[in-house]
C-alpha cells in the first residue's frame, strides 16, 4: 500500500486487487449522505469484487450504517452513485435486491412466532429468485420447506422447536436475522455488525459458515468495529473515518511490513553479542527484535557466529495499528 492510501485527508488511491469494474459487486462513487449539518459519509469510492470478504471498519458514528442502508436502498444519498450487482440502486432496487441477504442493526422478527414460522412469513412475503414477485419459481410447498430448514440448520437453529422468538437471546435472534438474510441463496451477503450478542463459539460458527458460503461464491460485505473479527474472516478492507474512506486495499497490504525482523534464537545474549547489538530487545513471546537488518542478513550473520536460528520473519503491522494510525 502506498502512503497516499494511509493519509486520510486524500483520497485513497484506485484500488487494486479485485480485477475491473465488470465483476464488482458493490461499487460507489462520490457516494454522500448529509443529514442537515451533518455529513454522515463523505465521498465514498467503494469498491468489493466478486468473491472478495470485505470488512468495513470504522469506528462509531463513522458512517458504516449509513453507508450499508444506502447499498441496501433504505437510505437516499445526497448525491453519488451506488451499483450492486451491476445495476444502479436505489432505481433497480426491486431487480437485485432478491439476490442480496442483508442483516442490518437488529433483525426485525414477530417474536410471538417461533424461526421457522417468521422465516416461513418471509419467504412468503419475498419476491421470487430473480426479482419477479409474480415468477412461479418461488417453489413447491415441499421446496419452500426445505429451503426454510437448510437456512436454519447452517444458522444453527434447528432444534429451538416451536419457541417464540421472545424467549431467544440476542445471539439466537442474530442467527435468525443471518438465516433470513441466507433464504435465497444470495450473490451478496451485506451484513451489519453480524455477530453482535454473540459469544465466542457462536462467533466462530458464523466465521466457519460465511467462510463456506463464500467459497461457494458468495461475496460478503462485513460492516463491524470489531478489528479481531475482521482480521480473521476479511481478505479486503475498507477503513472509514468520519465518513471518509482512508484505506481501502487488502488485508496483507493493511498489515504491511514494519521494516523490522524478528528471530528466534537458541541463545538471546550470544545472537546480541554476534550481532553487535548494545542490548538485547525481546517481543512479549521471547522473539529478538532487529532494526534494519533483513531476515537473510540477519539469519546469515548469526548462523556464521554459532548461533541456531528457530525462526526468523519480517515483523508485520496488525490490523489493529494500522486502524488506530488511520483514524486518530
Ligand atoms: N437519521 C439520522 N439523522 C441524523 N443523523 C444521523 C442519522 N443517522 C446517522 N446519523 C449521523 O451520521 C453519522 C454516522 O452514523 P452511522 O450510524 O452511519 O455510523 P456507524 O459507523 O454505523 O456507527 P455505529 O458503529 O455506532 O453504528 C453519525 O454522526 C450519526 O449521528
Known amino acids: 500500500m502506498t502512503a497516499r492510501e494511509h493519509d486520510p485527508a486524500r483520497r485513497p488511491a484506485p484500488t487494486t486487487g479485485g480485477g475491473a469494474d465488470g465483476d464488482a459487486v458493490v461499487v460507489t462513487r462520490g457516494l454522500t449522505k448529509r443529514y442537515g449539518r451533518v455529513t454522515a459519509v463523505d465521498d465514498l469510492d467503494l469498491r468489493v469484487a466478486a468473491g472478495d470478504r470485505y470488512g468495513f471498519l470504522g469506528p462509531n458514528g463513522s458512517g458504516k450504517t449509513t453507508t450499508v442502508r444506502m447499498l441496501l436502498g433504505l437510505v437516499h444519498a445526497t448525491s453519488g452513485e451506488i451499483e450492486v450487482l451491476g445495476r444502479r440502486v436505489p432505481r433497480h432496487a426491486k431487480d437485485v435486491l432478491p439476490e442480496v441477504g442483508a442483516l442490518v442493526e437488529g433483525p426485525g422478527a414477530y417474536p410471538h412466532l417461533s424461526a421457522r414460522a417468521n422465516l416461513r412469513l418471509l419467504d412468503a ?167 534494519d537488518l533483513p531476515v537473510p542478513e540477519a539469519t546469515a550473520a548469526l548462523v556464521r557466529g554459532g548461533v541456531a536460528v528457530l525462526e526468523a520473519a519480517p515483523e508485520r503491522r496488525t490490523l489493529e495499528q494500522s486502524v488506530l494510525g488511520l483514524t486518530s
Do not use: K
Request: proline share 5%.
Open 125 to 291: 412475503a419475498g419476491p421470487a429468485r430473480g426479482g419477479d414477485p409474480l415468477a412461479p419459481d418461488t417453489g413447491s410447498r415441499r421446496t419452500r420447506r426445505s429451503r426454510i430448514e437448510a437456512a436454519l440448520e447452517q444458522v444453527g437453529l434447528t432444534d429451538v422447536g416451536r419457541r417464540p422468538v421472545r424467549a431467544y437471546s440476542l445471539g439466537m435472534r442474530q442467527r435468525l436475522g443471518l438465516a433470513a438474510a441466507l433464504l435465497r441463496g444470495p450473490r451478496l451477503l451485506v451484513l451489519d455488525e453480524p455477530t453482535n450478542g454473540l459469544d465466542p463459539r457462536g462467533i466462530a460458527e458464523i466465521r466457519d459458515l460465511l467462510l463456506d458460503l463464500n467459497r461457494r461464491g458468495t461475496a460478503v460485505f462485513l460492516s463491524s468495529h470489531l478489528l479481531a473479527e475482521v482480521e480473521l474472516f476479511c481478505t479486503r478492507v475498507g477503513v472509514l473515518h468520519r465518513g471518509r474512506l482512508v484505506a481501502q486495499d487488502d488485508l496483507d497490504a493493511l498489515r504491511g511490513p514494519t521494516g523490522r525482523t524478528l528471530v528466534r534464537v537458541d541463545d538471546v545474549d550470544a545472537a546480541t553479542r554476534v550481532l553487535g547489538l548494545p542490548a538485547a530487545r525481546t517481543t512479549d513471546d521471547g522473539l529478538l527484535v532487529l532494526d
